[in-house]
DNA sequence: CAATTGACTTGAT
DNA sequence: TATCAAGCCAATT
């Protein structure tokens, strides 16, 4: 029944969620992973309707392009984001920014297909293709 | 359907 | 280098 692709919401948990610990995402790599180049803030967006107290997404391995936490209007969500990745191993430099050269997670695109595919196919319950 | 919002990005000054 | 403004997309109301 599920002809409609899920919403972008959901590609955008399903890919944040193939982010290996360590590494780091910007709102517009996601985006245009997802095939919308311009849909930096929609990612943004579809992580903050998350922000809960357990969520099963790393939300906090997206930060903008420059590196940095762009989380505005709750610091204490953005202070455990920046904790949560050190704890992951990635380094903050001086400027509070992160080093998008060497934690920039860069998978390829079938990666990236398939993992969208996989989530796909999760949200129609389980029912093949066809 | 139209208007508003927002965890972004880019270009110009 | 820092600051301001405009563009973009999806969800919400």
Request: glycine share 10%.
């Amino acid at each position: 029944m599920a002809d409609s692709p899920m919403s972008f919401n959901q590609q955008v948990y399903a890919l944040v969620r193939r982010i290996p610990a360590g590494r780091v995402l910007s709102y517009g790599r996601v985006a245009l992973l997802l095939g919308v180049p311009r849909g930096a803030r929609s990612v943004g967006w579809a992580l903050g309707s998350l922000t809960g107290p357990e969520p099963e997404v790393p939300w906090h391995r997206v930060v903008n392009a420059q590196g940095r936490i762009s989380i505005k209007g709750s610091p204490d969500v953005a202070a455990r984001q920046r904790a949560k990745l050190e704890a992951e191993g990635v380094v903050f430099d001086d400027n509070d920014t992160i080093a998008m050269n060497k934690f920039l997670w860069q998978p390829s695109a079938l990666d990236v297909e398939a993992i969208i595919q996989h989530a796909r196919d999760q949200a129609r319950g389980g029912e093949n293709d066809g």
